[in-house]
């Protein structure tokens, strides 16, 4: 069995009107979001494919603009406000309460016994 959980998936549009004169440096974060993005569902791919129904797969999206959306998440490292923690909590909950039988299933099968001693 494999739980995977993952960070937030990013749902950032990039305007064109925005990016149009962007030169490689300002393309450096967005281009490494898709790449990280892009990785992390190839793998989550390629591992439900091997371990089928026992591979759990925990992430959510993080939504577009924090500035637009309430419930959306600002996905900068360096985002410790007090707004942007309660907004991650809400998503955390989101989350939980969304994959709640999913959730289960990993709880139950974490219960249940792997290995017993030949002599017990």
Known sequence: MLVS??????QRPIPYAE?????????ARPILNVLFDGNADTTSYEVDQILGAMHYRFDISLGESPRQDPNAVNEDFDDASPD????????????????AVKLQNVI????KPKWAPANA
Do not use: F, Q, Y
């Open 5 to 10: 959980l993952g960070t937030g998936s990013l």
């Open 19 to 27: 990016a149009k004169n962007w030169g490689l440096v300002h393309w």
């Open 84 to 99: 942007n923690i309660a907004r991650i909590e809400r998503k955390a909950d989101t989350l939980i309460n969304g994959m």
């Open 108 to 111: 139950e099968e974490l219960k």
